[in-house]
């Protein structure tokens, strides 16, 4: 049993960590902050976790009364920190945060990159502490088992640069791919918790709606993760908004070297994912569910693969699926932690999703 | 041929207003203001209406630059002024609006009450102008056809109030209600176009929340123009949020002194909507269209009315449906300009709505 | 530790139940039924079961090969069954399936009600096994508990009355309400898995549709444990179809004998349900979340309530939501299965459902 | 003023077409046919239409009596017939139809493609009536709207196809394109109006579904009309379904053989479709609308097309969205009827769409 906090905690992905570490049998909540919210029991925000748990945020530096007039408590020190603050704000304050617990796991964008000289290409500022870079495992267990056990700091990884990594992982290292175009279709809940023009309901509903056509920052992460070359990555990488609130749906579409017939793909996909507990393969001939799909994905921690070759063409469409808030954030961060500590990897999220929804 | 200005026409009312008037036969639409988005293209907010018209927004008060550092004309006189403002701005300047055109429609709510004393009440503040409150006809033609003959001030009608008025309206002045219960599910565009927490689209999205469970302000128009008793009207009003972004339902549970017949009801709203062009009687006892969903109404001027005896309980339930935007703000306020002036009622409203959609 | 088998497996709820029972800690799934789907991988049909079970479908009857050319294996004997069949199934061969199992929870609408008669009425048939109808309890632990506890039988609940019921019973059992109006919205699933005209998306997708105005078959469980006259109930209950797939919202209008003021009425109900652990009781005085409302329940086996008076109207408008597939079914009949065994009566029903979703 | 007739009025595309016809001021609707509701009235299945026909449906081949048991005429000879049939039955009666009109517009895929054994490939049959293919002109106004003129057959154009052959036209035309990957996200009502299992609402609803990763039919158009090597056409071709009822974008990433800036995109497009009636060109650089998309586009026969560059890397990514039952369907086969006839291309399709929706 470990004490946790969660720093940033009023947000979709605090939210939804909040959710599974409230249920986690090895951990204990000790605190959650949010500057705008500091004295509101977390249920105001999270109204799913009425009845669930009786905490209210903290202030994340100081002692001093919240907007609700209640004497809110600093972060105190306990074993491992959350952070799910808004990008830019952990890589601020690192080393007080690392003051405050021997293990940190990290949802923001803050540490996934291993060179200083990204965040200034992608996130268009320097990194404030580069030295930290590199004692940041990239948290996605199922490429960094090994690196994560027993390791001290893990960040997370973008939910659109998971699904895809995830999706794409078995070919790439194997070298197959000549070119590869993704496009990702994502929900509303990705672009978090805050209200704005575009979010407003009337103009977000029904939407299919060219989010990022080119130049999204989580190709850094694929860039990274994947070894492509950074100036011609032949990775091309689109997102598309939905009407949806959950879920991410990655389709790509790799352009091969040669040509790979199914049952091919399917015994690498196999080799590489056939132990892992939170990837399913996934391919009926028949019925409604032939490919992944994230409808049935929220609140499962899975990545869904699922793949289909076009014959003659080299061209093999890879379809992967994820629930954003969970295998794109929350989720693979209890994964993390699971492995970090040494316990079994599901432990926490043995939630199989919901049909119909 | 007349000369029209939308003033306010940046939001969602004045957008439908302003599709509508374009197509218009014998408008021409010389102005629409927007403090926010002076200088901009009406299709910067109304993407719907590019290559439909050239006009930009221009401000209300006077000329300077707007923020797009663009001079922006004042609001010039014509003959017709439509007042699409948030409620309470249009009676602070009603004598200097007026002094710009001898006709005004308003889509506000700040004259459609005749009493000083209800502004008091139902929007807790005073009417800085109540002198004019009674130089305004309530818009809506089923029921002051006559009075808007000619007329030079109408007022527009609360959505709600118009569904439910126009479902009512039968039985009440036939005296047949001994007490009502209404529950109106509306869409997001209700809400205006303002961003707020709750518009937030993974806040709003598949929602179905009591907006109004009591004290809606649209129960002041009802009481108005059925006549009921302030204190007690026996009207109960209740608004719910759904899913939808245009449209409203109303479900009408009238609790009758007699027990009314389908057949009877039948003859009764065909006596009273047998010759109105925007009122469609709605029944068929078998296939998925029974009774009147918004659904199939989008962007058409229809009340579709339909309803159901609930044999020896003496309830009938009268369902309404419109779209909002259209017989609930732009389109009426459209029909009541076509009576105003004389022009053939459905002059610019035919469009049928959508199906499926 | 109990065998349980699911008859009528392949259904919504029954996929519900199947997914909650795959997770109890207390129960080991032996057998599942579909005639349609006999030899099929649960999974098939549930995609989100992939991986959690492997489970095929077999025959309720015989052991005749399947559709898919497997073998199936007949229903064997097991300690409970829980029967998830179409309405007028189970009371067809509830000899048959009585002798298979100690103990037995019905799904269906085919023991619900106590008086024979009353399916003559509300179902158009008779009943063929009226000797069987009181032999069943009532299957909601609020209402029924104590008679739960030990028993052999019990009845499912109707999913919008059980949300009508736990939201008026604190008041009509002390005898409060003069006549009351309650709206039901509705999801999709409600309808079950088999596809119609009315269920197509182009047609189901964004309809606020009115189902059942008048003559709800649910409407004889509330008659029924309310104790109300069944010629004139004073109850008008209506349905009303939404654009969501899981989740009941009832909107009660309680017409009252007296004033109740809102400190009066949270008193009753925190009294009635205070030591409830599915009943949770909302209302914020600020923020989005005021009422209750089925989009935060996805999954949950809650029932949330809350209310708002109207002063000065003696009515009490109170709010009530549900997932139906849980509260409404699955998760109530697992709860009702642990009250019939005395297990601890949140077993296997901790989860808290989603947000945002 | 010319006569025409629906074949196959009860669909969703036949529905529109009625839609559309009534309102235009050139065409008088002589008949409907369906089989399936042989007598009824058109607005019992497009419910949008009551009060603006009394229509009644006939069947297409003998004067029996209809299911509603009400005579029902047979075709009858008219100037323009539209055929709205299911793929593969108009095919079979050409002939038999031919001789009821002088002119004919087929919305079906039986005679888009030129080369008879394309039948065979694609669509699995051969083509009954080949001799017809090449009397027929590919009905897509802006690439042949020469041969339009006064043509007495035109075919329709898959949606799909027409969305993105739009979007790559000027830049196959011209040679650029070395390898192109389409992305093709749709609405359920491409489907038709038949329900299935795959188009039940709770299977449906809020789905980001793969329907044709690889192996779509509408690829046959594109590689006819871009005149692409069949065996490598070097076009991959997707189709994904997601939640909305209307519309269709197409994400087309072009990998380019040469660097194209925007700056030229922009020249070459507005060379090409400058003068278009319903092509427009979007991006704006601020605010929500910043590329095309179909919620806007419900009820209007627009082709929105907008385009980004990411430089350096060869590609650009052309986004294009259209209403499926309008530029896809309907309202591309009154505007390709325009053109035969030689009325203002525009008539009939002024409606701009709605906003919000």
Redesign the interface.
């Known amino acids: 049993m470990i004490r946790a906090a969660i720093v940033g905690a009023s947000g ?1 992905t605090g ?2 960590l909040l ?1 599974l570490l ?2 986690h049998p090895q951990v204990e909540v000790t605190q959650i902050t949010s500057e705008t919210y500091a004295g509101q029991y977390a249920y ?9 748990t009786e905490l209210r945020f903290t202030r994340l530096a100081d002692g001093s009364t919240g907007p609700s007039g209640r004497d809110c408590e600093a972060l105190a020190p306990c074993d491992l920190l959350f952070l799910a603050l808004p990008h830019g704000h952990a890589m601020e304050r690192i080393e007080d945060l690392a003051a405050l617990a021997e293990r940190i796991v990290d949802l923001s964008a803050d540490f996934r990159l291993r060179e200083a000289a990204d965040y200034a290409r992608w996130y268009g500022r320097e990194h404030p502490a580069p030295e930290w870079l590199t004692r940041f495992v990239y948290g996605l267990p199922e490429l960094y088992r090994d690196q994560l056990v027993g390791a001290r700091y893990a960040s997370g990884t973008g939910c659109n640069a998971a699904v895809t990594l995830l999706a794409l992982w078995p070919l790439y290292r194997r070298g197959l791919v000549r ?1 590869a ?1 993704v ?1 990702v ?1 994502v ?3 990705e ?1 978090g ?18 989010y990022a ?3 999204h920052r989580h190709l850094a992460e694929l860039i990274q993760e994947l070894n492509l070359d950074p ?2 990555p032949g990775l ?1 990488f ?1 997102v ?1 908004s ?6 991410a ?1 990655a ?1 790509c ?1 790799c ?1 091969l070297h040669e040509e790979l017939d199914e049952r091919e793909a399917w015994r690498i996909y196999r080799e590489d994912y056939g132990a892992e507990p939170f990837v ?1 393969l ?1 391919r ?1 001939k028949r ?14 921690n ?1 990545c ?1 693969i ?1 793949f ?3 014959p ?2 080299r ?1 093999l ?1 890879v ?1 992967a ?1 994820i629930d954003n808030l969970m295998k794109g954030a929350a989720g693979n961060a209890v994964q993390t932690m699971n492995v970090m500590y040494g316990w079994p990897e599901t432990l926490g999220l ?8």
């Open positions: 979709y939210g939804e959710r409230l249920a105001f925000v999270h109204p799913n976790l009425r009845g669930h070119e175009v496009e279709k929900g509303s809940s672009g918790h805050r209200p704005s023009p575009a979010s407003h309901h009337p103009e977000r509903a029904g939407v299919v709606r060219s056509p080119t130049g100036q011609q091309h689109s598309t939905v009407g949806i609130v959950r879920g749906l389709t579409h352009l399913r996934v009926a019925g409604i569910h032939r490919y992944p799909e994230p409808k049935i994905l929220s609140g499962a899975y869904d699922g289909v070759a076009d003659g063409q061209r469409v379809i699926a043995e939630f199989p999703g919901l049909h119909p929804i």
